[in-house]
């Protein structure tokens, strides 16, 4: 489900550092940024993934609980955000109140300066609400899956089994289907990805009830593989009609 919000936004003038008169985010189009959540003033928000994704008129991102997009405007240092849609996922703890405070701050935004590798957004009055480092998308790690399509729907993983991927630096991918392991070499080369071809284990298993299921449909994923889209804690896998074949959680 998602729900429309509206931020707006009306700048006053002001130039900073940002953009230039009549530049529609010349400096934001094809950048991503990770927010720097420690400086919320909420106790263990250092562990919380927020980012925002600016691609040519369009922006995306992650408030800590749910994700967003929308569209957005710049024109020297005036920024206008929205009308954004956001996911309704219920959170608790730290992570609601770091998207509660990330959501309200988006809301009052209407100018942004970029100092380096440091995004800072601003209300009208110029103070910074929000600032975030700039952030280069990458599949190397160790993540642990949280869904996966096939049979025509997008899955959680079966209970009490792990399906993991860990990308090497020797463009090398390994991990857990469930039941078998995998080995198998990948290319990324921007936002392409290619996996494969992979070779498993073959032990036989079948239980709990949908494992094997599961594994076929895992490393088929895998191997449709197109591109990927990688921001904080997150990593997604698309295929060649745009959908996403796995999402994957960064493990720690």
């Given amino acids: 489900m998602f729900a429309a919000c509206t931020i707006a936004a009306c700048g006053s003038g002001d130039e900073d550092s940002a953009g230039g008169p009549g530049r529609s985010g010349g400096d934001l189009a094809g950048s991503q940024w990770l927010l720097d959540t420690a400086a919320l003033g909420v106790s ?7 980012w925002i994704r600016f691609d040519a008129d369009r922006v995306a ?61 601003r209300d009208s009055s110029g103070a910074d609400v929000l600032s975030y480092r700039k952030s280069t998308p990458g599949v190397e790690g160790a993540w642990k899956v949280t869904s996966v399509l096939y049979g025509d729907a997008i899955r959680s993983v079966v209970a009490g089994t792990d399906l993991t991927a860990a990308f090497g630096a020797d463009e090398r991918v390994s991990g857990s289907a469930g039941c078998n392991t995998f080995k198998g070499p990948y290319t990324a080369a921007g936002a392409t990805l290619r996996i494969g071809p992979l070779a498993s284990t073959r032990k036989d298993c079948s239980d709990p009830e949908g494992i094997a299921e599961q594994e076929r449909g895992y490393l088929k994923a895998l191997a449709s593989v197109v591109r990927f889209e990688q921001a904080g804690d997150r990593l997604t896998l698309l295929n060649a009609k745009d959908q996403m074949a796995v999402t994957l959680a960064r493990e720690r």
């Fill in 44 to 50: 263990g928000a250092a562990d919380v993934s927020s």
């Fill in 61 to 121: 991102g992650d408030d800590g609980c749910n994700q967003f997009s929308g569209s957005y405007e710049a024109d020297g240092s005036q920024l206008t955000l929205g009308p954004l849609a956001s996911t309704q996922i219920g959170c608790a703890g730290v992570a609601e109140e770091v998207a509660r405070r990330v959501t309200s701050a988006l809301d009052s935004v209407e100018r942004y300066a970029i100092s380096g590798a440091t995004l800072s957004l």
